[in-house]
C-alpha cells in the first residue's frame, strides 16, 4: 500500500489557506479517514511543527497523533535520515544544512524512502528556491524518493467536493 508523507506545510497553508476549518469540512474529514486507513502519515517533527501554536490546526492535529500524525522512527527510517544529514551537510553552507536538519523535512524524507517505491513525499515545496534554501524535492531527487503536491495526492485518492 502506498502511504503518503506530509510535510508541515501542507496542513498550514490548507488549513489556512483553501481549506480552512470551518469551510472545507470534507476536505479534514477526508484526511481523518486516510489517516485512520494508514495511507497518510507525518513523522514526530511534522507533528510538532503543526502543534506549535494554540490554534485550530493545532488543536485538531493532537487529536489525530495515534493516527499517524507524530511517527516515531524506527531504525530503518533512522538510517535514511542519516544519509540524508550526511548529504545535505556535504552539498551545502553549514546555515543552510542546520536549518534543513532543524525540521521536519529531511524525516518526512526519510520516512518516505525507507518505504521504497511505496513512500511518496506530499509537500508544497518546489525546485524553484532561494538561492541555497535546501528545498524537499531537491533531496528527493537525490535520493529517488517520490515527490507530489498535495492536489496530486488528493486527485490520487479520490477525494472531490
Avoid at 45 to 74: P, S
Avoid at 77 to 94: L, W
Wanted: aromatic residues 14%; contains cysteine.
Amino acid at each position: 500500500m502506498r502511504v503518503y508523507w506530509l510535510d508541515a506545510n501542507v496542513y498550514i497553508q490548507a488549513a489556512n489557506g483553501p481549506y480552512p476549518f470551518d469551510l472545507a469540512r470534507k476536505f479534514w474529514i477526508f484526511l481523518d479517514e486516510q489517516l485512520q486507513a494508514g495511507r497518510i502519515r507525518s513523522p514526530r517533527l511534522v507533528f510538532e511543527e503543526v502543534t506549535d501554536y494554540d490554534d485550530f490546526l493545532a488543536k485538531w492535529a493532537k487529536q489525530r497523533r495515534q493516527l499517524g500524525l507524530g511517527v516515531t522512527a524506527n531504525r530503518d527510517f533512522q538510517d535514511c535520515y542519516t544519509k540524508i544529514v550526511n548529504y545535505v551537510y556535504a552539498n551545502f553552507a553549514q546555515h543552510h544544512a542546520e536549518e534543513f536538519c532543524r525540521g521536519g523535512d529531511g524525516w518526512v524524507i526519510a520516512h518516505a524512502m525507507a518505504m521504497g517505491d511505496d513512500g511518496i513525499v506530499v509537500t508544497h515545496e518546489t525546485l524553484r528556491s532561494a538561492k541555497g534554501k535546501i528545498k524537499v524535492p531537491a533531496i528527493c531527487d537525490v535520493f529517488g524518493v517520490k515527490w507530489i503536491n498535495l492536489y496530486q495526492m488528493l486527485r490520487d485518492l479520490g477525494f472531490s467536493f
